[in-house]
């Protein structure tokens, strides 16, 4: 089982804002990163270093965390943000990655 | 532009032994970064399999304990994978990627797209 929870789905109105939340105890020790899938494709790192982005990952993109809870949001969500988006940290031990079981967002 | 392609059997019997290879091209992998293999079942989430730098220095799922094996050709510029024993449970999309470990950060910072691997008699 995933030591990170992720709820399973999530859907946001096109144009307005979604958070997608990522909670474990390893949270508390080392910070979040955010990927995003899409069939076919090779999965895209969209947050780095705790809130970065790396080059051509739009502003709307961002991130944020309180205690074992990590969170992506994206303001102002487009078609194309429809994706799995799934978190990812060193576990507790800090030898090890873990990764969320995912969030399927649906941009309505 | 740096890309890097999966390859190998996507049809593999139980109880064999899975290798797939990884070609990286647009930067030697001897240059430094960590590489590794993440696997998605159908309809689950991601796994991290494990991840070597050409020091020598590995890290690996424990969950997939003695079964994982992964290794850099750098006169080839490939990371492989070898898994062995395998059951239906092993049927996934295999990722490889490149790992950044900049101070306490661990990030995949580019990945491959990936290649379905089914095991089935």
């Known amino acids: 089982s995933s030591e990170l929870t992720q709820d399973p789905a999530v859907s946001v109105a096109l144009g307005q804002t979604v958070r997608i939340t990522c909670q474990g105890d390893s949270l508390r020790s080392f910070s979040a990163t955010w990927y995003q899938l899409k069939p076919g494709q090779a999965p895209l790192l969209v947050i780095f270093l705790k809130d970065r982005r790396p080059s051509g990952i739009p502003d709307r993109f961002s991130a944020s965390s309180s205690g074992d809870t990590a969170s992506l949001t994206i303001t102002g969500a487009q078609a194309e943000d429809e994706a799995d988006y799934y978190c990812n940290s060193r576990d507790s031990s800090g030898h090890h990655l873990v990764f969320g079981g995912g969030t399927k967002l649906t941009v309505l | 532009q740096v890309q890097l392609q999966e390859s190998g059997p996507g049809l593999v019997k139980p109880s064999e032994t899975l290798s797939l290879t990884c070609t990286v091209t647009?930067?030697?992998?001897?240059?430094?970064?960590?590489w590794g293999w993440i696997r998605q079942p159908p309809g689950k989430g991601l796994e991290w399999m494990g991840s070597v730098h050409q020091s020598g220095t590995n890290y690996q799922n424990a969950s997939l304990k003695s079964r994982v094996s992964i290794s850099l050709d750098t006169s080839e510029n490939q990371l492989s994978l070898k898994l062995t024993s395998l059951t239906t449970a092993d049927t996934a999309v295999y990722f490889c990627a490149r790992l950044s470990i900049t101070g306490g950060w661990w990030y995949f910072d580019l990945w491959g797209r990936g290649t379905l691997v089914t095991v089935s008699s």
């Open positions: 647009g930067y030697s992998i001897r240059s430094g970064y960590y």
